[in-house]
């Protein structure tokens, strides 16, 4: 039964993209990786800075709008269709809305063969990597850090600010089939 | 009848990504803009160096292995999959093996209206936008800018040589139901 | 006489990064090209939005406080410095204050051998470059694009809604001795 | 006695850049940063990839020619010139040649009071996160992890395998008078 999807969800700067990094270079398979960013790059720039779209509020908060949810639900089955047609995937998500936003996906992903990753870090560890970063909106690492895992189930979790990347990478591996 | 994906064929530095920009700012409905960069984005570090993946030639030249087209199958279905989902969609690609490229898409694109449209440039223009660019190995421009049009059908066509990205868009959008 | 350094000014999306880069590449000698986006990557995050550094108003404005200001100065010896010791420089400036700003440069320069260069863009091309881009404030386009100019004295000037980046480059390559 | 520089050295994927953007915002004044990166990004295309200039290889090793050697001499003096000039500098620095590359900063820095700062990363970790990165040449991270402060004289040395940017950052500051 061979895993079809990793979703990792974690708040910014928990470190997400430096372990999806890693997993595409341990796993032995070639996999896709997808985000929450692939989908805000593809959006119209009006879409980024509205009510209907995404939001960034200078304390860092993020609230997404009627269009963005859209646009976000022919995402998720893009995603999960592309699965169906033999692409292995891993997603980078940010659960915004916790639990609810979990149901999303499980209602698309349907029977594919999922790996629910929680990325968990200190949320001050994490503000200090967002300055470190430099290229994030102050505050999104803190609003996040607790919110996103808000009723969420998974598989496994990892803590970046416990272990490294690399160290995260390969205990997801060692998950998946 | 409404337009529902819209794909932009042209090669290298001709000038896509800008008329996608400027289409995403001048059609009224939000569009999701997806290109060939965004796959290679997604694919693992290793397969875009391989003669399983892309390479990219140090003339220019690019040439695509077995697995890239596996996953790019896989995505192609899932780019359809979203737009079936209700999403529009403009699709920014540089069609290497010509028409083949194109019945690939046609293949997957199936009942959705699509308006096919071509990015012509200049070889010459073109090889002096990837300098001016800065970021693109050199020879690509020109090495693409007719091999991509081979027996591809278009429903329109634009030539950034002779107009602005914003006129360009401004011919597609008016084409668009 | 060699030519030291090359001053390019110009608004905001008039396409003084593709001409200097396309300089480079056409001039025999390698020159170093610098910017205001260097000095500006190079400041503290807290001054590129704050009243004592630079900020980009919603309507593309931009302002400079008294702190940009002092950082900016020696900055300019810097480069000047660097012309001095024997570097060929490309200076890409944006005159926010016309006729004061070259001022500010000249005084530094000195006995330096400068080729001035003015690189206009009609404002209604630029504001429609500033779009296809996709990464500019709107409406730094339209406001810089004779501002910058304002008093400004030139040895020669190009039009980028008239000419190719590399056309332009090799206009001004014409002029360096 | 107020230091006038900062002058980080580590190798590649050692963190010195997360460290550099912590300083700025926990140090009260403004300070300015450059790197090698600066300088790198300043030369012609040509010379980032020719025995002149800077090569990387396939297996990480980095090796600079006679024409970057000047241009980089230049740079230095530059640097220089804008301490002077009064503007508070944390350069990010990659000693290729060890204890070489340091004196050819002492003698332009002279008079200037500086900070000399190692950053070390165990060469294990700095290769994992270069993974995780996705940018940077494999093999940068291991063939320098140690060779760059050979030789090197500090003030006070930092581990990021041990300690987040910021507490390194923290750590740094408290030595700035």
Redesign the interface.
């Known amino acids: 039964m061979m895993t079809q999807v990793i979703v990792l969800n974690g708040g910014s700067s928990s ?1 997400k ?3 999806v ?2 997993l ?2 341990v796993l032995p398979d ?5 985000g929450v960013d ?2 805000v ?7 980024r800075a509205s009510d ?2 995404i939001e960034f509020e200078p304390d860092g908060e993020v609230s997404v709008g009627p ?1 963005f949810r ?2 976000e ?3 998720i ?11 292995r995937i891993v997603v980078d998500e940010v659960f915004l809305g916790g639990a609810n936003s979990q149901e999303r996906w499980l209602r698309a992903l349907g029977e594919l063969r999922v790996l629910w990753v929680g990325v968990r870090c200190d949320a001050a ?1 994490a503000a ?2 967002e ?4 290229d994030r909106t102050s505050g999104m690492a803190v609003s996040q850090a607790d919110a996103v895992h808000r009723g969420v189930v998974y598989d496994l979790e990892v803590d970046t600010s416990r272990a ?4 995260c990478a390969r205990t997801i591996a060692a998950h998946v089939k």
């Open positions: 470190g993209s430096g372990i990094r890693c595409q270079a070639p996999w896709l990786a997808f692939t989908l790059d593809a959006m119209p720039a009006s879409l209907a779209g269009e859209t646009l639900a022919a995402w089955e893009g995603i999960a269709a592309m699965a169906r047609a033999g692409a560890v200090g990597r300055i470190a970063r430099g490294e990347s690399m160290e």
